[in-house]
């Protein structure tokens, strides 16, 4: 059964910052806004790793931003398959974020802040070789223009591995203005898993954004370097093939 677990879950508050690049610099900003975002995908792919057995997801979330500060929180939610893949149970996940973002100086901008994974009676405490799901990590950003780098850190077990405690996630990539309100998105990631490392795996995306009548698509090309005999599906399926991957977006 350990072969099947999956990395999991996706974090809404970097996809708010897509939509807030929208909004004209000039444009004045409330001190408190709250915002709301619901959506779908052809495959919940997280870190390169599908989370839905390959087949589509809903998902939504709702954000809060103190703009004089440059505080926030939120939550987010999507259909999950892979608790119930590596033998415990749920159909749920639900993220749990909070941070501050600011600027270190006119070109650079920094992001920092605390992330929880909650599946809702995953029960995989209960499945031999593995440990409660639910996972907490702290992260920190630093961008400049449309290119950034971010690191993730587990101050937890890592959604499900024993003993995973201090796994790292280091997230490059670039948001690159191609014209006519397109966005090329580019990504190269890799995840170690402290204390597994056969599960540990280099992850990338190349993809393209666009809003049509308010909704954001997006098209992506998201692949892995991981060995199909550490993550596939109960009926076999290598959930870190390289895929197409559509999702929508809308931001209310």
């Not at 590596?86 to 070109?107: F, P, Q």
């Not at 014209?179 to 402290?194: A, D, M, P, S």
């Amino acid at each position: 059964m350990k072969k099947i677990l999956f990395c999991a879950a996706m974090s809404s508050c970097f996809a708010s910052g897509l939509f807030a690049s929208n909004v004209s610099a000039q444009e004045a900003k409330p001190e408190h806004e709250v915002s709301f975002n619901l959506g779908a995908v052809s495959d919940y792919r997280y870190r390169g790793i599908s989370q839905s057995r390959l087949k589509p997801a809903l998902q939504g979330g709702a954000d809060y931003v103190n703009n004089t500060h440059g505080l926030y929180a939120g939550t987010w939610l999507s259909t999950i398959k892979w608790t119930k893949d590596a033998g415990g149970s749920g159909e749920i996940e639900m993220d749990l974020y909070a941070g501050k973002r600011g600027s270190i100086t006119n070109d650079v901008s920094y992001d920092v802040g605390v992330l929880s994974y909650v599946y809702p009676s995953n029960g995989l405490k209960n499945v031999a070789g593995f440990v409660d799901a639910n996972t907490t990590e702290i992260y920190g950003q630093i961008s400049t223009g449309p290119v950034y780098a971010k690191y993730s850190h587990s101050v937890t077990n890592l959604f499900g591995f024993v003993d995973s405690k201090n796994s790292g996630y280091l997230d490059l990539g670039a948001n690159l203005d191609m014209g006519e309100g397109y966005t090329l998105n580019l990504h190269y990631g890799r995840q170690t898993i402290k204390n597994n490392s056969s599960y540990s795996y280099n992850d990338w995306k190349l993809g393209v954004t666009k809003e049509l009548v308010g909704v954001n698509f997006s098209l992506a090309v998201i692949g892995t370097n991981t060995d199909v005999k550490y993550y596939y599906t109960p009926a076999g399926k290598f959930t870190g093939k390289t895929s197409l991957v559509l999702s929508a977006v809308k931001a209310f």
